[in-house]
């Protein structure tokens, strides 16, 4: 059987490293929502310098073209034939992607893609909705989470890999404020579905993490 994954959870959970690794042990398509949500804030970026209103996001979503690709393990992103996958993740996105997935228009327009990818299965799909909004029902449906502290961490740890100068207790206090933001928001807000499984990843390793999850799987 064909399962359809649904794997949500706050910023920093670990959601999209479990998921690409999970969807790589099952042989699935891994869809990083999330990812979706940062290509349109790096075009509204990218045309509309420092001036982010609902008006800005709503052109660059217009017309925009995703591409989501997942080779060995490793997920690229392409926005109107241009690859992505590293700007997405810049600090100035990060900072303006709430307020684009809080849009309805926006949220309308990737839902809809997000259920056409995952409509024939074999899929595991991450984001902050997934399992209450987008695929309510999915075969699996887990919901991830870590401390503040723990994730705050991870996010900083990456970002000084690649190089962006970043202090730990600013993170600290974007995250929670984009835990805020994700939770309170009129539509489709980060919460927990009914049935699904509360994993707290706080000192589980990436392995371990990916191992409950798979033995959840099966």
Same mark, same amino acid.
């Given at each position: ?8 959870? !706050? ?79 810049? !600090? *100035?996105?990060?900072? +303006? ?9 926006? $949220? ?44 705050? $961490? $991870? ?9 962006? !100068? ?17 939770? *309170? $928001? +009129? +539509?489709? !807000? ?29």
């Amino acid at each position: 059987m064909k399962k359809i994954i649904a794997i949500d959870g !706050p910023a920093g959970a670990g959601k999209s490293t479990v998921a690409k690794r999970l969807a790589k042990k099952l042989g699935y398509t891994y869809i990083d929502t999330g990812a979706m949500y940062r290509a349109v804030a790096w075009k509204t970026l990218c045309q509309h310098q420092g001036d982010v209103t609902e008006a800005s996001i709503l052109e660059a979503a217009k017309d925009i073209d995703i591409w989501l690709s997942c080779i060995d393990g490793k997920a690229r992103v392409a926005v109107d034939g241009i690859d992505v996958t590293e700007d997405i993740r810049r !600090p *100035e996105v990060t900072g +303006i992607v709430s307020r684009v997935a809080a849009l309805g228009a926006v $949220r309308e327009q990737m839902v809809t893609l997000q259920r056409a990818m995952a409509a024939d299965g074999a899929v595991v799909m991450d984001g902050r909705d997934i399992a209450t909004n987008v695929l309510p029902n999915a075969d699996v449906k887990i919901f991830l989470t870590a401390s503040v502290e723990e994730r705050a $961490r $991870r996010r900083y740890e990456e970002m000084q890999a690649k190089g962006y !100068p970043i202090d730990l207790n600013t993170l600290q206090h974007e995250i929670s404020a984009r835990d805020k933001q994700d939770s *309170e $928001r +009129i +539509i489709a !807000p980060l919460r927990q579905a009914e049935d699904a499984v509360l994993i707290d990843t706080t000192g589980m390793s990436i392995d371990e993490v990916t191992a409950r999850l798979l033995a959840l799987c099966k």
